[in-house]
């Protein structure tokens, strides 16, 4: 069974550029999280998805990022306008329940660079 | 709010020693607790996990770690590590009801020297 998969793995962009990242889940995964680390700080949640709804989008930094999950399915993450704060290291992560067992898989990361 | 504090940004080892990361968690709530790792150029993996079970908990690659409560603690440790025991590991905390989302420590690098 594959596991969750992110592309790209690398991204360099000049600030004010738009970006756009993916993430594919594990197949029959209906929770889907976005996650973001900044060089030397802690992973921070970003949202979550049910499928295709937004259950909870607390994280998002402002109205540049901007998250979509079509069909239930891949979902992506876009900046746009980049800003160089904006640099760091974007995980993705499924799961098929939520509750006393659920475990959250995650992707590899997609790695961005704001110049 | 759930918080997460690992001591120490990097750690270092020898090769046979035993390895101890340490944890410390803010929760107003039996929390459930877990320690991922993540190997270079690849996502973060789960080592275990603490859902008010035992106290001691049995995870991958030999690791275990032990809630205490009043200390509010989940350390990690490993009797004897090994050369591929290098890597990030990261503490977090999941928060109960609504999104179940993970609230991270902000990690700590082993490093295993022979």
């Known amino acids: 069974e594959a596991g969750v998969t992110q592309f790209p793995s690398h991204s360099v962009i000049e600030k004010g550029q738009t970006v756009t990242l993916r993430c594919d889940p594990i197949s029959g995964h209906d929770n889907l999280y976005w996650y973001r680390r900044v060089m030397g700080k802690e992973i921070k949640f970003l949202l979550h998805?049910?499928?295709?709804?937004?259950?909870?989008e607390s994280g998002m930094p402002n109205n540049r990022f901007l998250a979509e999950r079509t069909g239930g399915t891949y979902s992506t993450l876009k900046v746009q306008p980049a800003e160089l704060e904006d640099s760091g290291v974007y995980f993705c992560?499924?799961?098929?329940?939520?509750?006393?067992?659920?475990?959250?898989?995650f992707g590899p990361g997609t790695r961005l660079t704001v110049l | 709010a759930q918080s997460v504090t690992q001591l120490g940004s990097h750690v270092s080892v020898s090769e046979g020693a035993l390895v101890l990361l340490r944890c410390n968690y803010s929760?107003?709530?039996?929390?459930?607790l877990f320690w991922y790792v993540q190997y270079p150029n690849q996502g973060l993996q789960l080592l275990l996990k603490y859902t008010s079970a035992a106290t001691l908990v049995k995870g991958i690659n030999g690791f275990e770690a032990e809630f205490k409560k009043s200390e509010t603690s989940f350390h990690l440790t490993k009797p004897s590590a090994h050369m591929s025991d290098a890597a990030e590991y990261f503490c977090a905390v999941r928060t109960q009801g609504g999104s179940e989302k993970l609230v991270f420590g902000k990690g700590t690098k082993l490093t295993v020297n022979p």
């Open positions: 998805f049910v499928k295709e709804s937004k259950q909870d």
């Open positions: 992560a499924s799961s098929q329940v939520r509750g006393f067992n659920h475990e959250q898989f």
């Open positions: 929760s107003s709530v039996p929390p459930y």
